[in-house]
């Protein structure tokens, strides 16, 4: 994996409090006091542009399904082709979950 350069000690601790979360709720929960719901939404939204791209959609579909722009899915592909997979490790995990 590669070096992550803005990993410190408190992102550590962001990583650590998402790790001792149990339920849905329970992360809802955190996310809804550690972030914006526009902050959220577009992770949300992020993540599924990062699943129809893994289903080979197109980006004019892409767009019209989620109401992301072209520049979001775009750089979306970028993460997924030359990030650090962190979407497909999400991505098969959920899938293997049946979600």
């Known amino acids: 994996m590669p070096a992550i350069n803005w990993k410190d000690e408190l992102t550590d601790k962001l990583c650590d409090a998402f790790l001792c979360l149990e339920t849905s709720d329970e992360v809802y929960a955190f996310l809804e006091d550690v972030a914006t719901i526009g902050e959220i939404r577009a992770l949300a939204q992020r ?12 980006y004019p579909q892409i767009a019209q399904l989620t109401g992301a722009s ?5 750089r979306v592909k970028k993460f997924l082709d030359y990030g650090t997979n962190g979407y497909s490790i999400v991505l098969e995990r959920m899938a293997e979950e049946g979600e």
Not at 70 to 74: F, K, L
């Open 70 to 74: 072209t520049a979001t899915i775009s």
């Open 47 to 58: 993540l599924e542009v990062a699943r129809l791209l893994s289903q080979k959609k197109t």
